[in-house]
């Protein structure tokens, strides 16, 4: 599976790498990210994320960089994930809104919240164990969840103890003055240990209404942030028509694999990068159509054609009829508005 994540999960991490004294291009190029990438609501390699933490920890000689990458990131990473938490009733009711809708943010981890004999475990886990180092994104994840709890409980708040999947680190100093809690390592799982009464506690600024239509915007949005591969690539290739360049190879290397191995798992998938370009362009230039007055050389222009020419005859071969005759007859059908996808 190629998992993608947001890339406002890389929020701060140029400036964190350049205040240890490192070289935050190279080790983007390193890990294969390029600075369109990092547009914070795009999406992105969820394996080359990983190689990005893994690759400033090692550049820069902090084994605790992931942790001091999260000291820069808050609710603001989570896009509408984190506005939706926010306005939750209480605390158990906000960690199980992140547990469920974490997926519009990361695609390759999970987070759970379970509740033991009085104890809750807030835990952390990536899908892509044992295939890449995680324990910068362990000591991220540990490091977010501590500022979340600290917005919605209180700035001086700690947990009861933290449990790290890895070992103990040299330096033990820059955990302890984090959380402020025993730590635990080589353990299981990355686990925030505190008692469940917290998980009662109502959450001051909470504002039903504000609740309910962001629970509903999520709703909507779960066509946006797919889960399924064919999903993902044309997600991906709507993402790089905004950029102008969307070959197969940039396609490609945003999953992070070869442009004859996504060629290969979209034949499995029953489709072809052809196929789906052609179905996204479509999709896009009927919209536009339907609701724009804009030029047809300003949306072949946008779809990436060459010029107006190579886009009428491929409107013409997809749909039978011209873009300006399509245009004309669905004006005449329905006048401008909005209208279904």
Known sequence: MNYLV????????????????GDADGIFRHAGVKEEDLDPESWFSYHRFLLVLEHAAQETKCPHFGLLLSSRQGFNILGP????????????SALRE??????????????????ERGIAQWRFSCKLQGRVPVRQQEDLAAGIGLNLMRLLVNPDWSPDAVYFPHAPPAEL???RRTFDCPLVFNTDSLQMIFSDDLLKRPLSNANPHLHRLLEEHLS?????????????????????????????????????VGKRTLQRQLKDHGTSYKNLL????????????????????????????????????????????????????????????????
């Open 6 to 21: 947001r890339a406002a999960s890389l929020k701060g991490i140029r400036e964190t790498i350049d205040s240890l004294g």
């Open 81 to 92: 994930v984190g506005f939706v938490i926010q306005q939750a009733p209480d605390i158990r």
């Open 98 to 115: 992140l547990t469920v809708h974490f997926i519009h943010h990361n695609q390759g981890a999970d987070v759970e919240l379970r509740v």
């Open 173 to 175: 100093q820059p955990y």
């Open 220 to 256: 909507r949005l779960r066509d946006d942030y797919p889960n399924d591969y064919r999903g993902q690539v044309r997600h991906l290739i709507h993402q790089a028509l905004t950029t102008g360049d969307c070959s197969i190879e940039r396609v490609a290397s945003h999953l992070a």
């Open 278 to 341: 052609e179905e996204v362009r479509f999709d896009i230039a009927k919209r536009y159509l339907r609701e724009s007055s804009g030029s047809l050389t300003a949306l072949a222009d946008m779809l990436c054609y060459s010029d107006l020419s190579t886009f009428s005859s491929a409107f013409r071969q997809h749909q039978g009829v011209s873009a300006r005759d399509w245009r004309k007859q669905f004006e005449s059908d329905h006048g401008r508005q909005s209208f279904p996808q």
